[in-house]
Each structure stands twice: as C-alpha cells, then as structure tokens.
C-alpha cells in the first residue's frame, strides 16, 4: 500500500492523434485539484486531448490554491515534453487526502515516462496507479465493424473507498474508434450508469472519481453516431469492457473475500428496484453477515425495508444462491447448513422479489471483514 512520504507512482498515458474525450466526475462535493483542472482542460479544449497523467499515492485534495498550481503545472510540464497544448492534458490523482503535492516529485520523472511509451505499456500504467489494490484490472475488447475492427482497453483501479454515484474511483476507456462527440458523452454515462455506478465497496463516494473514454479515430472506421449501424455494436463492446471491470474493482475491494450481486425484482420502477438493492448493498449487517456466510436474511429484509420505498412487506421473497430463505416476509423452510456452504463460495447471489410490479435492478458489492478494518485503520501510517 502507497502512504505519504513514499512518494506518488506516476503514468502517463498519450494517443498519438488528437482524440475526443468524454469524461465523469465525482459527484462529491468536495472535489480533487485534478478533477477541477481536467474538467477545466476539457471545457476549453471541447473534448478534445491528447494526454492523461495519473499519480498515485497523493489525492491532492483538499490542498487549496497549491493543490491548483501543482495540478496545472503537471498539466503543462507534459505539455512541452509531447508539445502539446495545456488543456490537451488532463490529470488523476488518488491516495491520501489533505496533503500537499509537490509537483517536482511527478514532473521530475516525466522525461523517462515520455521515452518509456510505448503501445504495449498499458499494463505498466495499470500496475503504477495502483494503491491499496493488489492487482492491475486490464481489459481488453475488439469488435468488428464492417471491414475492419477497433479496440477497446480499460484500465481501472480502486479497492476502498467506493461507491461512485457517476464515476469510479479511476477509470480509463481507450479506443481507436472514430465517435461522434455527443454519442461518445452518451455512451459513457450509460455505460457507466450500469457498470461503475453499480457497485459499492464501503459505500464512501471519492473526492477523486473520474472516468475518461478516449476515442482518437485510429482504426481509419467511419464516425460512430447514435443513428450508426455500427453504434450498438460498439456499445455492447464498451459495456461489457466497462462491467467486467467495475466488478473485478469489487472483486479486488479491501478485505474483501466475496463478491455479492443483489438483484431486486417486481418493483414497480426500476429507481424504486435500484433504491431497494442499493440499501442491500450499503448495509455492514447484510456485508458482515456475507463474510461470516451466516444466512441471516432479517437483515436483508431490514434494509430493503429501510430504502425509502413503499414496500409490503408480506409480498417479499428473499433467495440466497437459489434457495428461498424468506417467505413473503418471515421464514422460510431451508437448510441452514448448505446456505452456510453456498455462502462461502467467492459469488454470491441474493435475489429479493417485491411483488408489486416488473421492474428490475442490479448492484454489486463485496463482503465486510476484519482486513477491511485493518487496512483503513492505518492508511496514513
């Protein structure tokens, strides 16, 4: 785990043709020098960039007008080196909050990153932003689409503190596709809407969220609209790199052991499902029960019923790994024993049917065990 005093990890990522870029950010009210100045960059250049620099280890939240001229001096130190203009740069920062960043740490070494780039880099960049996690997510699509194909690379990291409510805690989408600008802004908060924005490790939104996709045109295809022939081939591609990586972060999240999916049926909208399954997902009783693979389904209906929806609680089912464990609000008849079993395995499934309309929800979260503790407890020292 990186902590202050042993020097931020640094990435620099760079396309070699101007790209468009759409980005999230925190929803946090308190937001990170580099959320602010990439979100600046963004607006002056109008989507368009050819450079992200991320470091690891310091936040470079909460560090006022220094934390903006440090932000902004990285932003322009990669600048000259790639002679590209200020605002076709943008940053990420993640680590410890409140502690001033001296940019010299970070543009020191931006002459050995410019000459270490390289196609092939990607899974240095993922190991080099790195904090509490204990492996690089990467993954990796190609689609085809009419006679040539494009790619897709995600990068992503994060294992505490998340529960992104438009963002991640730091998420990169590549692609060599050519996007219409107003689709590319679309496709990425739909497809953030149901992979990143599904899922919760301790339910603490970041200071530093962000999720950038990067579409610099490369493969030579035709611009990608919302009216295109190519467009839903290119959205499931996107979706399932963005998913797959939003669930390896709950997979790899602090302590944890488990990963449980909570699917909310019946309801009768799906805001009212997603409200249900998020207060499932958000509660330590339902996550600490998880981890010690005790079936206590009381607290699952607790926390449905504490959603802020209107339920009945005499419709409710509740269902851990296939196995009926609540019936229509009380108990159920089961074996104990091999709901313990089925709780112990890495997947977890808790289905929760409301009976009271069609609609439906998904949300991912992990397990609460003494690690997570641990690890929190001496994050700065």
Known sequence: MRRHGSGPDVCLMYSTEPARVA???????????????????LKQSRGVAQAILVNAGNANCATGAAGMRAARECAREVGKLLGLGEDQVLVASTGVIGVALDAHVITDQ????????????????????????TRPKVVGRSVRLGKRSVRILGIAKGAGMIYPRLATMLGFLFTDAAVEPRFLDRALRGVCGES?????????????????????????????????????????????????????????????????????????????????????????????????????????????????????????NVYINGTLVCRRGGAAEFSEPAVERALRQKDVLVRVTLGQGKAAARFWTSDFTEEYIRINASYRT
Request: glycine fraction near 8%; avoid cysteine.
């Open 23 to 41: 980005a999230v950010f925190t929803t946090n009210r308190v937001k990170a020098a580099p959320v602010l100045v990439s979100r600046d960059h």
């Open 110 to 133: 931006l002459p050995a990153l410019a000459r270490r780039l390289h196609p092939d880099g990607y899974r240095a960049a993922a190991r080099a932003i790195l904090t509490t996690d």
């Open 196 to 316: 990143f924005n599904r899922i919760s490790v301790d339910g603490d939104t970041s200071t530093n969220d962000a999720v950038f996709l990067v579409a610099n045109g490369a493969s030579g295809t035709p611009r990608i609209g919302a009216r295109s022939a190519a467009a839903g081939k290119f959205l499931r591609a996107l979706s399932e790199v963005a998913h797959t990586l939003a669930i390896e972060l709950v997979r790899d999240g602090e302590g944890a052991k488990r990963v449980l999916e909570i699917r909310v049926e019946s309801a009768k909208s799906e805001q009212e499902a997603d409200a249900v399954a998020r207060s499932i997902a958000l509660s330590p009783l339902v996550k600490t029960a998880i981890a010690g693979a005790d079936p206590n389904w009381g607290r699952i209906l607790s926390a449905a019923g504490n959603a802020g929806v209107q339920i009945d609680p005499g419709r409710v």
